[in-house]
């Protein structure tokens, strides 16, 4: 295997994983008591950073309150079992929980259909844009340079293999830029893509981006922030074709990365081309309720060249948690905590714009994210904010948004009144420590 691929040694297969950061084995005393392998796993969960930093990381994937029943019920053997729930004969439990998570997903974005979920949002925009080709019989993409950029990179890979033209329009002062999205929309754009909160945290004019999407016959695709619907309109009301967004927000905790689940939300005429499967209700021959996989226009299912998409699939545990989530809170649990992610947020940024210095980069309203300019480096003093057990936020390269280094930084519920005097008691005292040498 190694010299198929042109390798020498296995080590060669993660060389591109820096050396510090590779654990291959544990090592482990042998023969060990159970007792002495808890210990030593204990000891090696301690060298994660842990519950005990105060996190202000966004861009994606952010720390928001999960009741503890989410995990208790999500992770319940009826669920958690070895076999992939892709086939007919899945259980009705877990029809059921994907129906139920299509039903939430459909009142949360205001759409007629959803999806049983995909990998993640990234691939959810991708697949998204596809089937915008499909449905418009295009091949072209318009797509805001607001949206995260980790998507975009995702979107370029997806489109390169059939060859489907990608324009990205520029940012103007934190939002897109609508004279330039107006001169690059025509007749052959299938769709154009747009953020909502966007990557910066600012509110995007949907409205004005989706009259210049008509004008053209182009279809709009808005990817969200699902926690924000608690409080912002739903996509349908901005005149969103395709609404795409990733299930962290809702009861997924960050868990390093993943996993996490996405999901695609469209109008019943496009149901035919939403890629993935979807979950029905009907009655049997007797009268009783029962659930079908009504949906599944996979390769594993039909003909490869009729099928919507040959790699996506459900996330259906991180769906379910989403599920048991948005049912814990309902309409008004998560409204509620909405506002308090906006409220903090906002705390937080007069307290931070309040020292010498340090501005927003872009002065929009905004969610629970915003963009700063700091008088200090900002790969520095990320550093020194975990020295002191403070996630500080996301480094923004120059060029990127502002023409300069900025830093992401975003606050959710769980974030106290002393998590932010901590922040900006720290910002501080790095900004007078580098006007000052003496005093470093």
């Known amino acids: 295997m190694l010299r198929a691929v042109g390798l020498e040694r296995e080590e060669d297969l993660f060389a591109m994983v820096p050396f510090e950061l590779r654990r291959c084995e544990v090592m482990m005393p042998l023969p060990a008591t159970e007792l002495e392998i808890a210990r030593e796993m204990e000891s090696a969960a301690k060298e994660n950073l842990g519950s005990e930093m105060a996190v202000f990381l966004g861009g994606g994937a952010y720390d928001h309150f999960i ?9 319940r053997g009826d669920f958690v079992t070895a076999y992939t729930p892709y086939q007919p004969e899945a259980s009705q439990g877990t029809l059921q929980a994907i129906y139920e998570f299509q039903t939430l997903m459909c009142r949360l974005t205001g759409m007629e259909v959803c999806n049983a979920s995909v990998y993640d949002a990234a691939a959810g925009l991708a697949e998204a844009a596809l089937m915008a080709c499909r449905i418009k019989r295009k091949e072209k993409i318009v797509v805001s340079s607001a949206i995260n950029p980790n998507y975009r990179r995702v979107l370029r890979t997806y489109m390169s293999g059939p060859g489907i033209e990608l324009m990205e329009i520029p940012q103007d002062g934190g939002t897109t830029d609508l004279e330039a999205l107006g001169s690059s929309l025509a007749s052959d754009v299938a769709a154009v893509f747009v953020q909502n909160p966007n990557y910066y945290g600012i509110l995007e004019p949907v409205n004005m981006i989706s009259e210049a999407a008509r004008k053209t016959g182009s279809l709009l695709g808005v990817l969200v922030y699902p926690h924000s619907l608690g409080l912002l309109r739903p996509p349908r ?12 927000s809702l009861g997924l905790p960050l868990n390093f990365g993943g996993p996490y689940a996405g999901f695609i939300a469209t109008r019943q005429e496009f149901v035919r081309q939403l890629p993935g499967r979807l979950a029905g209700r009907t009655r049997d021959k007797e009268g009783e309720i029962g659930y079908v996989l009504t949906l599944q226009a996979r390769e594993q299912q039909i003909r490869r060249a009729k099928a919507t998409s040959n790699i996506c699939t459900n996330q259906a545990l991180c769906a379910l948690s989403a599920t048991v989530y948005l049912s814990l809170l309902g309409p008004k649990g998560l409204r509620r905590a909405a506002e308090l992610s906006v409220r903090k947020a906002h705390r937080l940024q007069a307290r931070l714009c309040s020292i010498e210095g340090v501005r927003l980069a872009f002065d929009q309203p905004f969610f629970n994210e915003f963009l700063l300019v700091l008088p200090v ?4 003093f990320l550093k020194r904010a975990c020295e002191e057990n403070l996630l500080a936020g996301i480094r923004v390269p120059a060029g990127d948004a502002a023409g300069q280094e900025t830093l992401l930084v975003c606050a959710t519920e769980k974030n106290s009144g002393s998590d932010i005097e901590r922040y900006a008691d720290l910002l501080g005292r790095v900004v007078v420590e580098k006007a000052s040498p003496v005093l470093r």
């Open 67 to 75: 009741p503890q029943a989410v995990p208790a019920l999500a992770g």
């Open 237 to 248: 009301d901005w005149g969103a074709d395709l609404v795409v967004g990733d299930l962290q």
């Open 377 to 380: 480096a900002v790969s520095s």
